[in-house]
């Protein structure tokens, strides 16, 4: 038995006490991780244990989203309890459905963006012009963030 194993190990152990439904080794060194927190929302993360002894966490569900480095099992627990439970408060919002509409044509955006310029010969003035939509669009969420409540 590897440390790797062993560290992805303790890591579930942990994960399934926070109240994780599906904890599964991909290899000894990448895992996925599945809360279902209601009926219609399942968080799911994946993370593998990098050679150089670090771990890397990516959300997958509700939205694809890089959560970043992390240098040991604990910090990573604490992020996912941290994250399910914000998931679980959200979840509760009136607003919830919107939110996961919205963060969905966010996805839809980079994936349009990445496929509108790698394939094929865009206009600098019409890559100009939706990077200003673009910055519009950041600055609202800027004026929404400072009005809104912090939890």
Do not use: W
Request: hydrophobic letters at 35%.
């Amino acid at each position: 038995m590897n440390k790797n194993t062993i560290e992805g190990d303790l890591i579930e152990v942990s994960l399934r006490q926070l109240g994780a439904t599906k904890v599964k080794e991909i290899s000894s060194v990448m895992y996925f991780v599945e809360f279902e927190l209601t009926d219609t929302l399942t968080i799911s993360y994946i993370y593998n244990i990098t050679h150089k002894e670090k771990y890397y966490l990516q959300r997958v569900k509700p939205y694809p989203i890089p959560q970043g480095k992390f240098a040991d099992e604990k910090e990573i627990v604490d992020y996912i309890t941290k994250d399910v439970n914000k998931f679980r408060n959200a979840a509760q919002s009136s607003n919830f459905s919107t939110f996961l509409s919205v963060t969905e044509k966010v996805c839809i955006i980079t994936d349009h963006m990445e496929e509108l310029f790698l394939n094929h010969n865009v206009h600098g003035a019409d890559l100009t012009l939706l990077n200003d939509q673009l910055d519009a669009l950041t600055s609202g969420m800027d004026t929404v963030r400072r009005a809104a409540k912090e939890l």
